[in-house]
């Protein structure tokens, strides 16, 4: 009887959980925005030389079976108990995180918030309005 609000985000575990699904397999691009080194450095013995450009490979984190099982099939039961905001978590420790299509570390997505509440309305309202079925 009335278009969902963002208050009722936390009643509608699905539409969160389908969402982050949704960020996981179709991320906007699989590599993230690069980010540039200007010194030399070293992360876990691997060597990264002064004036490299690094990116985030998002369909490599996605799909790895280690951090997802059944990572190649789209499921968003497998969020359906995160009761954290993607922002929460983006902002948190990479292993907990759900998905990486806000980017990473300290050019993490300003709009990451606004972003996570713009895709509730969007996603809940489409589906509120509309019937939608197989072709």
């Not at 009335?2 to 389908?18: F, G, M, N, Q």
């Not at 200007?38 to 490599?60: K, T, V």
């Not at 990572?71 to 983006?90: C, G, Q, T, W, Y």
Request: aromatic share 12%; charged share 25%; glycine share 6%.
């Amino acid at each position: 009887d009335r278009l969902p609000t963002p208050a009722d985000s936390k009643d509608l575990p699905y539409i969160r959980s389908l969402i982050r699904e949704g960020q996981r397999v179709y991320p906007p691009s699989w590599v993230g925005v690069p980010h540039y080194i200007e010194q030399d450095d070293e992360y876990n013995g691997y060597h990264i030389p002064a004036n490299s450009l690094l990116f985030i490979n998002m369909r490599a984190i996605s799909f790895n079976e280690k951090r997802h099982k059944n990572a190649k099939e789209f499921d968003p039961n497998r969020f359906i108990n995160v009761k954290d905001s993607m922002a929460s978590l983006a902002r948190g420790s990479a292993e907990k995180r759900d998905h990486f299509s806000f980017g990473g570390g300290r050019r993490l997505c300003v709009g990451i918030d606004l972003a996570e509440y713009e895709l509730f309305i969007i996603v809940s309202r489409i589906l509120f309005c509309f019937h939608i079925e197989n072709a």
